[in-house]
């Protein structure tokens, strides 16, 4: 299916549609998961926000960063899923900064995890340089760091759109899909490429982290204390090992769906919505889990914020029965 403006034709990859109950669940289930992750972590923003505590904790820091840019993402996926519904095609100018941008927040995501799990290595296996190295400057620099690698991965693409497509196209209306945007052969083999480099460089940061913890949790035999913290900062390791799995579908997405699509042809919509639900939402889910709620600190202070959210808002109905009686 051809799109055209000013006389520039985009291809826009797809020529199906769904049927209109489909479209409708499909659009209900994925805006219900949205508002129910992002009310979720919104509850840990605030708590956040609302206790110096969490301020001068390196851990905590990097944890709301990860519920910050997972929100961006869920946003921008999700904004983008229903505009392909409502619109279909889309302007490319719109469509390559909402790219852009999800690109920016899913990579993100697997380097914050990688620097959470550096930072549990050095609680653990560090405890007495962990004060000097993980201080409150250096993880904002590091944060900073995630940034600019993400962008260094994403902006070549930008600028390779620039160079290779004509003017035209970014005032053509296209359906919004990384591949009809960055659709160059150049693209994706610097994708690829990226994406091996990403892959190896966070799978290994990991693999390193949970031996050495692990290592470190058999030699502490003596401090019950220290064996429970050791436990725990493994568990949470492995915990990231299973998020920065579903993360990293992202990297394999793209040949991953390929080869059930050639496979099972017949069942391209479920397998497109499938892996969408996995790849972009399913992750997103994790977060809150792994560190929000395990945590006890902040499951204290957020199981605080939230008693005292539904006392705020019952005692107004006791009062309207009490006056309903007189």
Known sequence: MNSS?????????????DAYSTAVAKNVIVVALGLI??????????????????????????????????????????????LSYIFYRINASLCCLIITLSIFTTLN?????AVMAVECYIAICLPLRHAELCTIKRTYVLIGWIWVMSS??????????LATEPVQLFYSTMFCKRENLFRHPIHLKKRDVSYMIYLIGVWLTLLYT????????????????????????????????????????TYIAPA?????????????????????????????????????????????????YLLRTVSTSIKPLTAA??????
């Open 5 to 17: 403006s000013h006389g520039y034709n985009v291809s826009t990859g797809l020529s199906y549609r």
């Open 37 to 82: 992750i992002n009310y979720i972590n919104g509850t840990l923003i605030h708590t956040f926000r609302k206790h110096q505590i969490f301020y001068v904790n390196p851990r905590y820091i990097l944890f709301i960063h990860l519920v910050v840019n997972d929100m961006i993402q869920l946003t921008l996926t999700i904004s983008l899923f229903l």
């Open 109 to 113: 995501t697997p380097l914050n995890l």
């Open 152 to 161: 260094a991965s994403a902006l070549p693409d930008l600028f390779i759109l």
């Open 210 to 249: 949970y031996i050495m913890i692990f290592l470190a949790a058999k030699t502490a035999k003596t401090a019950k204390s220290a064996k429970g913290d050791t436990k725990k900062a493994r568990n949470t390791i492995l915990l990231h090992g299973f998020q920065l799995l579903l993360c990293m579908l």
């Open 256 to 304: 991953l769906k390929k080869a059930l699509l050639n496979w099972f042809p017949k069942h391209r919509v479920q397998i497109l919505f499938a892996s969408y639900i996995i790849v972009q939402i399913l992750p997103r889910f994790l977060s809150p889990i792994v560190y929000g709620l395990r945590d006890k600190t902040f499951r204290q202070h957020l199981k605080k």
């Open 321 to 326: 029965k009490v006056m309903l009686l007189y």
